[in-house]
């Protein structure tokens, strides 16, 4: 989802808690029948909007941190994975077993013979806009990094030759390195999934028919208009006031 986007949700609850002061400043002249619209309604909506949109905001920072955590964590895997295959290449194991080791390393180095530029959609439940920037096609996701990775630390494990003094090729650290990358990469899941979810809790709240933010606000302009008059200074004061429901 966009900033603005962002900035819109909020917008819709600053207003919201205008339209509450000046329906309570009317003092007792503002008494509708509909429960939905008296002010103890109107501050408990105010108060859930407000309490959804810092539910979304620390779903966005747990999200952003999570993602943060992964890419600096797979940032340099090439470089090991290419460390790790001239280790294994430096011991007398046989050709095809470093032949073996070699197509796993260019599996997780994204190699191919022609890289083609593909645009990515955006993806709303997310805080970037992925269609302002194009990956190439050879580009491998996260779980198929842990797989490939998986498959190389299966086949150096079969390999009895290989056995590195530097201690972040060896096999314990490799193995050390595949429980981090799941662990990372199933944070951000997790972290996705409740952002997600924070959304559709703040979106209900906020846009949903009838019972709404954005709902309530119609009808309690309806009745100010009913009961103060069109032309009111009432009714001006919060005919005025923009409220917009957002898609996401």
């Not at 808690?17 to 309570?24: A, H, K, Q, R």
Request: charged share 20%.
């Amino acid at each position: 989802m966009s900033s603005t986007n962002e900035t819109g949700h909020a917008k819709n609850v600053a207003n919201f808690e205008d339209l509450i002061s000046f329906c309570t400043g009317y003092g007792t002249a503002y008494n509708p029948s509909k429960n939905s619209i008296k002010l103890p309604a109107l501050n408990t909506l105010f108060t859930n909007a407000k309490n959804s949109l810092i539910a979304v905001s620390t779903s966005v920072t747990t999200f952003n941190n999570a993602v943060n955590a992964r890419m600096l964590l797979f940032e340099p895997l090439k470089k090991l994975i290419t460390r790790i295959v001239n280790a294994l290449e430096a011991t007398d194991a046989t050709k095809e077993t470093v032949a073996d080791a070699k197509t796993i390393a260019r599996k997780i180095q994204g190699k191919r013979a022609s890289d083609k530029i593909v645009t990515v959609p955006d993806n709303p439940n997310t805080p970037e806009n992925e269609a302002q920037r194009s990956i190439s096609a050879s580009q491998q996701s996260y779980d198929n990094l842990i797989e490939h990775v998986t498959h190389l630390k299966d086949l150096l494990t079969a390999e009895p030759l290989y056995v590195p003094n530097e201690a972040d090729l060896k096999l314990t650290a490799i193995n050390t390195l595949i429980a981090d990358m799941k662990t990372k990469n199933t944070a951000v899941i997790t972290a996705a999934t409740a952002l997600s979810n924070t959304r559709i809790a703040r979106n209900d709240i906020l846009y949903k028919a009838t019972v709404g933010l954005v709902g309530v606000v119609q009808e309690v302009k309806k009745y100010v208009k009913s009961a103060f008059g069109a032309t009111s200074s009432q009714y001006k004061q919060i005919s005025g006031l923009p409220f917009r429901k957002l898609k996401s």
